[in-house]
Nanobody, 127 residues
């Protein structure tokens, strides 16, 4: 049973930063493409970014490009999301997700390939 547990959320002022973590257990972490998604109140869950298995390539939504950085530590089975220059629009529940197998790169911008999800961590950005 693969389990993902996010941590690091909280309340921060606009312009500040937070680092989220996602600890993965029960599977081989380095086998997964890892993604971050978020869901704001009253909105659908949306893509934030993903990182490939060896950590050498990352891809982001335009809304977070240049402010957010995804990284992973395969030895520690942990995924990270460093968020800088946060805006009130970044307020959401943030989810990490794991995608096994092989897909076209474009698929990882959607929820389709992600079989395993964390429970989410709340990030609130005050103005």
């Amino acid at each position: 049973q693969v389990q993902l547990v996010e941590s690091g959320g909280g309340l921060v002022q606009a312009g500040g930063g937070l680092r989220l973590s996602c600890l993965v257990s029960g599977g081989t972490f380095s086998d997964y493409v890892m993604g971050w998604f978020r869901q704001a109140p009253g909105k659908e869950r949306e893509f934030v970014g993903f990182i490939i298995r060896n950590g050498l390539s990352t891809h982001y939504a335009p809304s977070v490009q240049g402010r957010f950085t995804i990284s992973r530590d395969n030895a520690m089975n942990t995924l990270y999301l460093q968020m800088n220059n946060l805006k009130p629009d970044d307020t959401a529940v943030y989810y990490c997700a794991a995608a096994p197998g092989q897909r076209r790169m474009s698929a990882y911008y959607t929820e389709v390939p992600y079989d395993f999800w964390g429970q989410g961590t709340q990030v609130t950005v005050s103005s």
